[in-house]
């Protein structure tokens, strides 16, 4: 089993549409997640840092459940901009630093 | 302020040449990372570093050697290259682990061909 685990989709969504992503995770001692954004044949980017309580950043919003271990991505109002690999990504605490991405899940928006 | 920067872009090597790939970064960040990337998988961690003369193994780090002499610089080193080393290379930096410190600044990437 993936250690980081992610629809690998794609998703096609119209513009406008609310479009949201899972992703989950084994190991139970994780201490950060973050959702990163990666255009085609680009570096990723940090879309935003996913907290405890759930964090909310214009029309993106991110939730945690840890004792699901999973995180989700809600993007509303669909703009063509946001077609792009969407990764997931978690960070541990055992031996010492340890950062797991996952495969990404691709959007394409739609006109 | 050109952030991480990564050279060369492109390269083609036959199997069994070596090459080093440079990675520079301008923000005064502690962390260097080197990442390989491939279709249907996440990025995975080659080597690290925390700070100016150590380096760490990540999670593939088998036909990779890196140095880190000057804290802005990450060298990443094929001695003896392979098909499956073709892949897209990343290199990213961050101010530390944890918190907000812990974002992850990537540079362009290096595509490499190994025939």
């Known amino acids: 089993r993936k250690e980081v685990e992610q629809d690998p989709g794609p998703f096609n969504v119209p513009e406008g549409a609310t479009v949201a992503f899972n992703c989950t995770y084994s190991?139970?001692?994780?201490?950060?997640f973050f959702w990163y954004r990666q255009d085609c044949r680009k570096e990723p980017k940090l879309l935003m840092s996913v907290y405890s309580s759930g964090n909310e950043d214009g029309r993106f919003t991110a939730q945690l459940n840890r004792a699901s271990q999973y995180i989700s991505l809600l993007i509303r109002d669909s703009k063509l901009s946001d077609s792009a690999t969407y990764l997931c990504v978690v960070r541990g605490n055992t031996g010492g630093f340890k950062t797991i991405f996952g495969a990404g899940t691709r959007l394409f928006v739609k006109a | 302020n050109a952030g991480v920067t990564q050279t060369p872009k492109f390269r083609v090597l036959k199997t069994g040449q070596s090459m080093t790939l440079l990675c520079a970064q301008d923000m005064n960040h502690e962390y260097m990372y080197w990442y390989r990337q491939d279709p249907g998988m996440g990025l995975r961690l080659i080597h690290y570093?925390?700070?100016?003369?150590?380096?760490a193994k990540g999670e593939v780090p088998d036909g990779y050697n890196v140095s880190r002499l000057k804290k802005q610089n990450f060298l990443l080193g094929l001695e003896s290259a392979a098909p499956s080393q073709t892949s897209v290379y990343f290199c990213a930096s961050s101010q530390g682990p944890q918190g907000a410190k812990e974002t992850q600044y990537f540079g362009p990437g290096t595509r490499l061909l190994v025939l």
């Open positions: 190991n139970s001692a994780s201490q950060s």
């Open positions: 570093s925390v700070g100016e003369g150590t380096t």
